[in-house]
Nanobody, 121 residues
Framework: VQLQASGGGLVQAGGSLRISCVVS???????MGWFRRAPGKEREFVAI????????SYSDSVKGRFTISRDNAKNTVYLQMDSLKPEDTAVYYC????????????????WGQGTLVTVSS
């Protein structure tokens, strides 16, 4: 399974950005997640979507501001990020899991390379 993340960049606080993750090499997973690692911090859960019905879950820190979705035809998962804050600055990683729901990174076997999102104040 190969995951290719893209779309990161520099944005001002209050702005929006959409990052994408293309999945290839295997049939779609049970769950696709976005995680992030801020400087000096551990990787943390951001959002997860269940591939078969697009149901989603979010961390409290992004709930109401971020939206995760998937496009079956394109084998792509998106993370729409609105009302961005400087504390959202991080490298964002997409990951795939084949199995029951989990929001801890250690349970995800397949990872993309990460895309940097920088939010300026």
């Amino acid at each position: 399974v190969q995951l290719q993340a893209s779309g990161g960049g520099l944005v001002q606080a209050g702005g929006s950005l959409r990052i994408s993750c293309v999945v290839s090499g295997r049939t779609v997973s049970s769950f696709m997640g976005w995680f992030r690692r801020a400087p000096g911090k551990e990787r943390e859960f951001v959002a997860i979507v269940r591939w078969n019905d697009n149901s989603a879950s979010y961390s409290d820190s992004v709930k109401g501001r971020f939206t995760i979705s998937r496009d079956n035809a394109k084998n792509t998962v998106y993370l729409q990020m609105d009302s961005l804050k400087p504390e959202d600055t991080a490298v964002y990683y997409c990951a795939a899991r084949y199995g029951p729901y989990q929001d801890r990174p250690k349970y995800y076997r397949y990872w993309g390379q990460g895309t940097l999102v920088t939010v300026s104040s």
